[in-house]
């Protein structure tokens, strides 16, 4: 038996797209991936709090294998509070990879911005952020 | 602790015009530092962020082909995020706006030089040069 190992590609992809929701669903008869409920606010009723996200990534011009990385950053403090990990692999640098990632509930312990910062073979490729705020007392 | 979760459902069995789908090789997703149930009130270690590899400028016209080497370092309240090739410099009050500041010091460092380049002297000449290495104009 023969164990393959392919070097990680020296091509720098691109992000073409990062997106926050409440739920991402595939499709189980198209494919198609469908985001509900996109969002860059959470309005908070007291901190510390979690919520459960989706994130939506899509990139291109990627060509071979990439160890990819999400990092969720409290950015005012830049501490990570949590990470995701996987491979991709592109064969064709003209098509687009898309992917979901469905977090369990991520911790949001003060009023601020966060991020979900993408990474590619270590190569920082983009972030989307949130931004948490206190929910207004009508 | 480190949870794993699945990753989306893999396509179908790879049809011969389905480039997208064949492509999408995402296998499986770690999520680190999620905590017990307390954790959003837990108070996090901080995150040491010394470099990273940038792969976007932040602007359409620019094509990161090999990644930028940043550095951050801390001035008082202040982060620097310093290119390290351009000695080019961007400030935050934390990373992700230090990087933000830098990748658009650095975008604009190309158009100036770009549009300057037959008069600049011999540094700026070296630093012109690394520009047109590492990023592509589309």
Known sequence: MTTESRSPSQIVSVLV??????????????????????????????????RSMSLYLKVTDA?????????????????????????????????????????????????????????????FLGATFIDAVPRRQS | MVTKIQQIAQPPARQPNDVEASDQEFREILLSGLMPPDYAAMDWPPAVLD???L?????????????????????????????????????????????????HAIAELYFTLEKEHYRLGRDLQRVWAKLQKKIHKL
């Open chain 1, 63 to 123: 060509e071979g294998d990439y160890d990819t990385e999400v990092r969720y950053v409290q950015v005012g403090s830049g501490k990570v509070l949590a990470q995701a990990q996987g491979k991709l692999h592109s064969a064709n640098r003209l098509a687009s990879i898309d992917l979901l990632i469905q977090f369990p509930p991520l911790p949001i312990p003060a009023e601020g911005r966060y991020e979900f910062q993408i990474r590619a073979n270590s190569v």
């Open chain 2, 55 to 103: 792969g976007t400028v932040r602007d359409g016209r620019l094509r990161v082909q090999s990644p930028i080497t940043v550095k951050f370092t801390q001035e008082g309240q202040n982060i620097i995020a310093e290119g390290v090739e351009f000695n080019e410099f961007g400030f935050g009050e934390n990373p992700s706006e230090a990087l933000v500041d830098l990748q």
């Open chain 1, 17 to 50: 797209a990062a997106l926050v929701c409440d739920v991402a669903v595939v499709d189980p008869s198209t494919r198609k991936k469908n985001l509900i409920g996109i969002f860059d606010r959470v309005n908070v009723g007291k901190f510390p709090t979690t």
């Open chain 2, 51 to 53: 470099q990273v590899l």
